[in-house]
């Protein structure tokens, strides 16, 4: 079992800054990537960045350029710069082994951007 707890969320202007912390505990060493998904009320879940335990990364098209994904250990952070409103939505933090896996989730942050 992996516990992730968030932190970081929080309520800023447009054009502003956050960052996103996620602290794993329990079975890390099973964990090969992290990242983070973002939730609309009445949407589906949708990736925003993802880290391997190799350093590699991917972002949606929506945040590059923007967002910034580091890994320390067992902890992953989501720097997220020139924030839109658009980006207003609950971030999830997640942990797996493998990517096709749904793996483990956090509980959430609210990140609100007004304009």
């Known amino acids: 079992q992996v516990q992730l707890v968030e932190s970081g969320g929080g309520l800023v202007q447009a054009g502003g800054s956050l960052r996103l912390s996620c602290a794993a505990s329990?079975?890390?060493?099973?964990?090969?990537?992290m990242g983070w998904y973002r939730q609309v009320v009445g949407k589906q879940r949708e990736l925003v960045a993802v880290i391997s335990s190799g350093g590699s990364t991917n972002y949606a098209d929506y945040v590059k350029g923007r967002f910034t994904i580091s890994r320390d250990n067992a902890t992953v952070y989501l720097q997220m710069n020139s924030l839109k409103p658009e980006d207003t939505a609950v971030y999830y933090c997640?942990?797996?082994?493998?990517?096709?896996?749904?793996?483990?989730w956090g509980q959430g942050t609210q990140v609100t951007v007004s304009s």
């Open positions: 329990g079975s890390i060493f099973s964990i090969n990537y």
């Open positions: 997640n942990a797996k082994s493998i990517l096709i896996l749904p793996g483990y």
